[in-house]
């Protein structure tokens, strides 16, 4: 059967693989732990639910504007004045099905054929298969673990060409946990005033999971604000993966070639995700608050856990809510049956042995290291863990 070469450009998640895995397993009577999916393990709070609720009843049940209910626009710039003192209009938003949508769009509204993204590695896997669908080139940049998983001024300027067109980069970072603090953006800020035919896409979904305080975006800086697209969501930080709702800020003409793009792929989004989101959105935060708290507590004993395992270095995440340690240690090692080869290997083992799911560096650009969430509740965490390091005792 001839299917489209489009197919053949691009790799299916390695999370969604995993995710997939550990499923098989389980319905073959398996206790397996997830630690490799990025969801928040929490109920969306129940203020959310009601405003869903009372939309179904109001009747919102019909077709939506492309780029999203005028009042949900509206909430989002409420959003962005509030939290990030940034100033939008409606005209500068667009709402999607999802934050990968929106990346979608983006990419496919900026890139054309040839034309080359830098993306700082470690980076989540959806970045450069998007890049690969426009017909772009991925142009990555190597942000080791020793400088915290972020990418240098000087590291970025050498990898910039005539044919550079976009910066993609997430803070808090997924996979790595590393956020950039507001010093560090102006210091990239710098580079890009020297480049004023590049656009900077920065994806803040995991915005409220930070560890270090106040979130800094770099749209704060005025000068580059119309070529700074900034991708965000409700799935992390008000627990609503399932609903779908994403958005994006941006100069209009980049919003009004997104919403074109749309309006031929999916139309406007969900109607009653769209009314929730409005009062997620300008709503008490003290539940999204409390979740984090949580969060916070279930990193400090996931880093004490990792700590007592041989051979891992481990980056301290500063938001998101993943470890990302380089395994290196473990190549070359065996059970006696299998050679722990790569990430690859060692994901697949720790699955099979540990019956632990986890996500292999490769899909993320880092080679080295492997992805664990702690997403997940404080028991199975610290039996997670403990299954981890009973299974690396077995190599030699």
Not at 24 to 32: M, N, P, S, T
Not at 54 to 71: F, L, R
Not at 212 to 232: C, M, P, W, Y
Request: with cysteine.
């Amino acid at each position: 059967m001839q299917l489209s070469s489009i197919l053949s450009r691009f790799s299916e998640p390695e999370t969604l693989k995993m995710a997939k895995l550990g499923r098989e397993l389980r319905a073959k009577g398996i206790d397996v732990i997830d630690l490799s999916l990025g969801e928040p393990d929490f109920d969306t709070p129940q203020h959310i639910k009601d405003a869903a609720k009372k939309a179904i009843d109001d009747n919102w049940s019909h077709y939506t504007p492309v780029s999203g209910y005028a009042d949900l626009r509206e909430a989002v710039c409420t959003k962005f004045k509030r939290d990030n003192n940034l100033d939008y209009k409606p005209e500068n938003i667009v709402v999607s099905t999802g934050a990968k949508q929106s990346l979608a769009n983006v990419i496919l509204a900026l890139v054309d054929d040839g034309e080359e993204v830098i993306i700082p590695t470690p980076y989540w896997v959806t970045y450069s298969e998007l890049v690969k669908i426009a017909r772009g080139k991925v142009v990555e940049v190597h942000a080791p673990l020793e400088s915290g998983f972020k990418v240098t001024p000087a590291q970025l300027e050498a990898a910039i060409t005539p044919k550079t067109k976009v910066f993609l980069f997430s803070s808090p970072c997924n996979p790595s946990g590393a956020v950039y603090n507001k010093a560090e953006l102006e210091a990239l800020a710098v580079v890009f005033r020297k480049y004023p035919d590049i656009f900077i896409i920065s994806d803040e979904i995991y915005e409220y999971i930070n560890f270090t305080g106040k979130h800094e975006s770099i749209a704060q800086f005025n000068d580059l604000k119309d070529r700074i697209i900034i991708v965000n969501g409700l799935s992390k930080g008000f627990a609503m993966t399932g609903w779908r709702l994403g958005y994006i800020a941006a100069h209009p003409d980049i919003a009004k070639a997104c919403e074109k793009l749309q309006g031929q792929f999916t139309s406007g989004t969900n109607s009653i995700a769209q009314k929730s989101a409005v009062i997620a959105l300008t709503a008490d935060l003290t539940p999204s608050y409390d979740m984090v708290k949580e969060f916070t507590s279930r990193r400090q004993k996931t880093l004490e856990l990792v700590k007592a395992i041989p051979g891992f270095k481990c980056f301290e995440p500063e938001g998101a809510f993943y470890i990302f340690p380089d395994v290196s240690a473990y190549f070359g090692k065996s059970d006696g049956g299998q050679v722990i080869k790569n990430s690859a290997d060692f994901s697949m083992y720790l699955l099979n042995t540990a019956h632990v799911s986890s996500v292999m560096g490769d899909a993320f650009g880092e080679l080295a290291c492997v992805r664990f969430s702690f997403a997940n509740s404080m028991p199975n965490i610290e039996k997670a863990w403990g299954r981890i390091k009973e299974a690396l005792a077995k190599l030699k």
